[in-house]
Every structure is written in structure tokens, then in C-alpha cells.
């Protein structure tokens, strides 16, 4: 059989590894961007990179400072609204005409994450050659369940024919996944960097809204290592990959025709830690006529969701395919570390 597997992956599923949920990235960011000088001159609050950050861009031409000052008081209200909005990501689509909005809410967010990224479970200091992850500590998480799935009963030469079948649709903007798995390849099948980054490649990975930076093994210009602390003008780069849901949802771009040609060629879809949002589902809605779809099999993780919202889900899940009833979608109520001890004979390869 030509088995081929979507994963879609939400805040949910880097939360195991310890990166923030929607809502604590909101108060992460609203905590970074309430940047103060009581005194007119001193910073007393907020973060002092993304203040560096604003004053590189109002720089002139010839090299005088600007005025942050209009970004400061874009940066209060994305402050004030925080515990308004359902994420930054809808807060900064609600003010899509506002630059200012958007550049501090971007600046925020990459911040957020990097320094997510530095206080995980995956994160390690290179300070010896043998450094890397401590795979023992991530026992409770599903990253060892997930590469576990990927590779059992293959070897290193069948490894990127399977990997060819995977696709991987990230909403989050971390680089968890794909830093996970440069590590886990190298201590698993002993291959070196350069090796493992290859065999990553061939795993067809979309992060739909951006991330923030390319790994260094990924592509060694313009990156950012995971968990790095970005200088000011680093900062302001990064903050341009990352898209709102206006930017990142056009129909037309290449990667979204590409995510809808996975999701219309899956035999099995698989959803982590995925919240459903009404724009990411038709983001990823599949657009071929449904004479051409498989035969789909979904499963979710539904961690304290109520059965009325499963059924609801459900719905949703099954009119990506048209609501064809062929289309059968099951639940776990687990978090994702046990979602594949509930479908692991159903998933294995």
C-alpha cells in the first residue's frame, strides 16, 4: 500500500516539551512588550532587545535616531488587549492595516519563542563535541513515541524512501521538531550532522505562518540556532518571517497548493495537539475534486475536549474531504505523549 501520513501540529504538542500554549504566549509577549522609561531615559520594564530593535528601525538613513516613541504605544495596547484576544496571531490579523501592530507583535513573538526554545526539554549547550539531547528526559513527552513511529523496522538506507511519505504541517512557529530530529537520527542510526540534516530534508515539512529562523543545519545563512539570543538587528530579520493569518493563508502561494496536495493524497491524517481554528482548517483544506481523494483515516487528540466539541471537530475533519462518509475520525482524550499508545497498531508502518 502507498501509506502516506499528514501530521498537523499545534501549540499543543510543543507544550510537552515545554514551549508555550496560545495563552501563555500572550502573556509572555504582553510581559515583553510593556516597555517603560518612568523617567523618560531609563528602561524599567520590557524587553531591551525588541527596544533596541525598534530604535534600529526608525534609524535614518545617515544613521540619527528615530522616534519609537509610535511603536511604544502600539506595543501598550497590544499589552492592554492581550487578555482580550483569542491569540496574538488573531490580535495582529484584527489590526492587519496597522505596521506597527504587526512589527511589535512579531518582534514579540519571535523573542517568546527563542527564549521557549532555550528553557526546553530539547534544548543543550554545545560545550563538548558529544553534547545533545537528553533523551531520557523526554520520556513523558511524544517526540521519543513520534520517532519511535518513524522508524521502526527500518534501516538507515530505507529511511528516506518512508520519509518521502511524511508530511508535517506546523502551526507553531518553534523549530522543536525538526531540531529533535536532526538529534535523534545522529544518536539513533550514528549518522553525522551534515547526514542527518539531509535525511530531514526528505520528510516534506510546512510551517504555514513562519518560524523563527532557519536552523543553522538546515540552511547555514541567515539562521538562528535553536534557543539562540538574537541581537537587535537579528531580531527585526526574524520578525519578517513570521506571517499572520492574512499573509499566510494565501490560496495562491506555493506551499499552501503544496499542503492541500498532501492533504488530498493522505491515507492516514493525524492531528496534534491541534486547536481547529476555522481559518487554519480551510488553510489546509484540500482543493481536488473528490473523485480523487484516498480513502482517509483520522485521528486527534481531544485533551479536555468536551464530546460536543468532538462532534463538532469531527465535522470539521470530515468536510476537508467533502464530508465524504467514508471518512472515519477518531479520538484520544490523552495528552499527545499518550495518544500513540492509543493508535500505535493503527500508525505503524
Keep these: 500500500m502507498d501509506r502516506k501520513t499528514v501530521f498537523v501540529i499545534g501549540a499543543g504538542a510543543s507544550k510537552e516539551a515545554g514551549l508555550p500554549t496560545g495563552d501563555e504566549l500572550k502573556s509572555k509577549i504582553a510581559k515583553l512588550l510593556d516597555i517603560r522609561f518612568p523617567d523618560r531615559y531609563n528602561q524599567k520594564s520590557g524587553d531591551y532587545i525588541i527596544c533596541d530593535a525598534l530604535r534600529h528601525l526608525v534609524k535614518s538613513p545617515d544613521g540619527r535616531s528615530g522616534d519609537i516613541n509610535p511603536y511604544l504605544h502600539e506595543a501598550w ?92 504541517i506546523i502551526f507553531n512557529y518553534d523549530r522543536c521538531i525538526e531540531h529533535f530530529l536532526l538529534h535523534a537520527l545522529q544518536n539513533y542510526y550514528k549518522f553525522n550532522e551534515a547526514e542527518a540534516a539531509e535525511t530531514v530534508k526528505y520528510i516534506n515539512i510546512y510551517h504555514p505562518y513562519g518560524q523563527v529562523g532557519y536552523l543553522p543545519s538546515h540552511q547555514p545563512q541567515s539562521s538562528v540556532g535553536f534557543g539562540e539570543d538574537p541581537d537587535a538587528q537579528k531580531l527585526l530579520t526574524l ?101 500513540f499508545a492509543d493508535f500505535w497498531r493503527s500508525l505503524a508502518y
Excluded at 518582534?107 to 532555550?118: C, G, N, P, T
Excluded at 488530498?264 to 481547529?276: E, I, P, W
Excluded at 480523487?292 to 471537530?313: G, L, M
Aim: aromatic share 10%; net charge positive.
Design 77 to 168: 495596547h497590544v499589552v492592554k488587549a492581550m487578555p482580550q484576544a483569542i491569540s496574538i496571531d488573531n490580535f495582529i490579523d484584527t489590526h492587519r492595516h496597522n505596521t506597527k501592530i504587526a512589527i511589535c507583535g512579531k518582534l514579540a513573538i519571535v523573542k517568546s519563542i527563542l527564549d521557549a526554545e532555550k528553557h526546553s526539554q530539547l534544548y543543550f549547550e554545545k560545550k563538548r563535541i558529544d553534547s545533545g539531547i537528553n533523551f531520557d528526559s523526554l520520556k513523558k513527552t511524544w517526540y521519543g513515541s513520534f520517532f519511535q513511529l518513524l522508524t521502526e523496522n527500518c534501516s538507515k538506507d530505507e529511511l528516506k524512501e518512508r520519509f518521502r511519505k511524511i508530511t508535517l
Design 239 to 339: 520578525a519578517n518571517q513570521i506571517k499572520t493569518f492574512a499573509e499566510g493563508t494565501d490560496p495562491d502561494s506555493s506551499e499552501i497548493l503544496e499542503i492541500k496536495e498532501h492533504m488530498a493524497g493522505a491515507s492516514h491524517l493525524v492531528f496534534l495537539g491541534f486547536a481547529f481554528h476555522k481559518l487554519n482548517m480551510q488553510l489546509i483544506a484540500p482543493s481536488k475534486a473528490e473523485k480523487e481523494f484516498n480513502v482517509v483515516r483520522c485521528f486527534a487528540t481531544a485533551y479536555e475536549v468536551s464530546d460536543s466539541n468532538k462532534e463538532q471537530i469531527s465535522e470539521q475533519i470530515t468536510m476537508l474531504y467533502n464530508g465524504r462518509p467514508d471518512v472515519s475520525v477518531k479520538f484520544s482524550s490523552k495528552t499527545c505523549s499518550g495518544f
